[in-house]
């Protein structure tokens, strides 16, 4: 049983740079009892993960003698690295493996031995006269500073000086956030030539109905708005990796910090699993874009500052992220206030910014509750978020929100992500992490459009504007219902927004020109403002008019809205207790969509609305269900709604002809990478769900 506990660990540490930790795998050398004793238990095959992860050891195990498990450079001879061979057999890096040993850890990464000799980079101490390292001197082609092989101390000595396990991130913490990595050269040289978008935003309308009798007045009139973001050059000319001379700068840079729950519920299969996540953040990070860690835990440390993705940078983060372990206790709110600290005291900004944060629990250190008159008080779940990240903030940066497993705080999350304009995404199948981190960061990497406001405006002088419909982005009606504004924000390459307007329409003799359409945003490329031209709403007015045919773009979009808002009701009728007219409403709604005109043709997004009305019924036919998983599907449910953008939501299931709806070809494409890598691909449970969210939406004829 413990060779194939090794083997599992063998597979999920090769080809990504993690191992599979745990609390009691991390313990220091005193704790060999509790270590021994603990293997057993552990060693049962209770995770999914694990399971499917010994049917690859085999084959990983195949370039482990070629592969650096660190770094996952190749280690050949000759190529000026020093290497070192533990006396597990085992091979790795010399800078690689004591690095880690400088973060604490004496085992190996691989199968978690125990050693007698310990690697170290630095001057030798008097405390410790035991010469240079061994290594093998025909792989030696450079100093590597001194490199020593450090016996561990007798325990005796050991549990007096607090410096020989040191704790990991020492002196990466500082108080003040402002010693991130320069932008690359590169970068300022695209500036000089830039090398944004050739097209620009795509706007078109459509009319509730092509024509109104002359006489006729209309209150509430819907014209629904569609805007669709360009394709980037680089997703045109370019298919190859996201290193390449040839894209590297032909996208916006990003500047990421990632905010990850290392607390006690997360050890074992989690954290490897999060590690593994997190090595292809790294790999698939260009030279330019920048990445910064922050841990948290009962407390929060920064592994690392803004650091570029070049070689070096990716080597050290990966490092670092290999030397994460778990314990103590979960305070979202101290790891939030880390990573707002490092996006406001940098010194220079990426165009791109955002944050992403994972949790598995619920915050037990800040959320306090709120009082109201003669309410039950209701937690703050605001004040988990700094002010200064916040939306319509200086700094506001989106944090997209990953809630993990059964125990999570999904209303803490997703009130979180709300409150910053981010996304909040149910991960309920713990090897789904590095997908769902593929889907968003494959989104994250094609931003084209930035600080996009769309401007509506009334041309004929009876047309008043009554109502925009925008989600959770925020819009407005000026005073005299002449025109509008909706804050769209950042647009992913080839990402569609949806938006219905209403507006009175009084009698007029000829056609009519109702609004004006047109929007203005920044290239994050250039920098420069983009003007689109204005799309005029025409309307014929027939003297006489025997059938008016509803628009079915604008009947798809009324049904999508309409489940999502069924989605809230029900959701507060369950929260209420009331889970049987929680289920009664998702039903009412399922039949008023099955009736409707593009439900009736059998319209894709219709029966995708459908499917996923019936997986909330299912996880609301009881208590247990609900909470289980049934409140967290339903909020990512309307976190994707809300945004229009793709979430991960709920266990998994393979479907080849359903897609999400708001997914970008960025991130499929990043998804399908993420999933090709992954050699648990091949378990049916490893995809994120599709085929009950939604399809890919049609474009709009």
Known sequence: MESMWRKAKLALGLNHCVYAPSTLGDASPSDEPSLRSSRPALASPASSAFSVSRAFSKSGSRSSKKTCSICLAAMKPGHGHALFTAECSHSFHFHCIASSVKHGNHVCPVCRAKWKDIPVLGSLSSEFPHGRARVNPVN???????????????????????????????????????????????SEVAKESPQGCIKTVEIKTFPEFSEIVQSSSEENFTILLHLKAPLAQ???TSSGCLQDNTSRNSRAPVDLVTVLDVSGSMSGTKLALLKRAMGFVIQNLGPSDRLSVIAFSSTARRLFPLRRMSESGRQQSLQAVNSLISSGGTNIAEGLRKGAKVIEER????????????????????????TGMGQQAQPNYQSL????????????????????????????????????????????????????????????????????????????PGVQLGSITSGSYASRIADDKRSGLIDVGDLYADEERDFLVSVNIPPASQETSLLKIGCIYRDPMTKEAINVDDVEVKISRPFFLTTRVMSIEVDRQKNRLQAAEAMAKARSAAENGDLPQAVSILEDCRRTLSESLSGQSGDRLCMSLNAELTEMQERMANRQRYEASGRAYVLSGLSSHSWQRATARGDSTDSSSLVQAYQTPSMVDMLQRSQTMSPLTQHPTRRIRHAKSFPARPHPR
């Open 140 to 186: 030696l082609q450079q100093d590597e500073g001194n490199m020593n092989i450090l016996r561990p101390l007798p325990r005796a000595i050991s549990s007096n000086r607090q410096h020989y396990r040191m704790p990991v991130f020492q002196d990466l913490d500082t108080s003040i956030f402002d010693d991130d990595e320069p932008l690359d050269s590169l």
């Open 234 to 236: 680089t997703l045109q």
């Open 347 to 370: 010194k220079q900004k990426n165009p791109v910014c955002s944050i992403m944060l994972l949790s598995d629990g619920q915050d037990t250190y800040t959320v306090t509750p709120t």
């Open 385 to 460: 978020v700094p002010p200064s990240i916040r939306r319509n903030s200086s700094h506001q940066v989106p944090v997209h929100v990953f809630g993990f497993g059964a125990d999570h705080d999904s209303v803490s999350l997703h009130s979180i992500s709300e409150s910053s304009s981010g996304t909040f995404s149910f991960i309920e199948v713990e090897a789904a992490i590095q997908d769902a981190f593929a889907q968003c960061i494959g989104g994250l990497l094609s931003v084209v459009v930035q600080e996009m406001r769309v401007e509506v405006k009334s041309v004929h």
